[in-house]
């Protein structure tokens, strides 16, 4: 008689055994992986620092989590986060994970963690089985390439094609960024950007982020960049895990909106992704914008749960609300 599944040990895994799970993890997304947590801790000058968990099973099986630490009201609190900047977190594992190993993590990150805050993976096939209460519930929108480029391209609206065939006829080259350089060159566009945007904008990242992403030269890290008359009009950063590609931030030169750069930079990452075998091309969540949604929609793309899981100590719940009360 076999005895009963359980968690048989809990320790800090070595940055190569971070590395390894990440790389071969089906469902892994480049938010899970150590690069990403640490770009994060060395940005915000150690304000956010990795603390994964490595999980063994009785059964031999493994399940990392990839977590980061960040202090909160001046040390008061400290809440684990499952991805850094509000990105996809949960475990990832090189083993096929049954129900019974979910239950287990899931009992554990609950118990374990008075502050977290957890971004549903949608690429995770085990969390459907799972029951996970979310806070807040939210939708991902993804592509999906497994049937390659020309089966995706197919499903997109005929007013994203145009957008496409308008952006070629104008003689915009899109190409990867290679130089410190050229990723200058998109910081301005950025900042032209956050000037169109004013109090709408949700970031205003510095130039020294750029920089550091840069200096990584990390092939997993892609800046795609739109030229239009030898000049950098609009720019989309990709980044890539084994079978995902995500595009996390992108901006483009107001008087260049209309020319369908921001449709077309899409395209050709998207047709880069199929050569090289990528299964998902993901748009990210629309932060509840109506409109934002069907935008992406039109690309053809699959709406997936990427809801959100925060639990708080009561202190952290009336500091919260405090702090939030003072800020309007």
Known sequence: MSSKLSIEDIYTPTDNEWDLIWKDCNYATYFHSREWAQIWSVYLKGKSNPCPKLILFSDGKKALLPLSIQSGFKGLTKTHISSPEGTYGGWISEDKLEIAQGKLIVDHLYKEYPNLLWFINPYDPLISKLDIKPVVEDKTYAIDLSAGFDDAYNKWKPSKKNRVRRATKLGIICRKANSLEDWMAYYRVYKDSLSRWGNKATTNYKEELLTQLFNRHSPNIKLWLAEYENKVISGSLFLYAKNHIVSWHASSLKKYLTTGVAIFL???????????????????????????????????????????????TPLKKILTKTYNTLKK
């Open 266 to 312: 899409k395209y050709n990452a998207m047709k880069d992704a199929c050569q090289d075998g990528y299964k998902w091309f993901d748009l990210n969540p629309c932060g509840g914008h109506e409109g934002v949604r069907e935008y992406k929609k039109e690309f053809g793309a699959s709406e997936l749960d990427a809801s959100v899981v925060c639990i708080q």
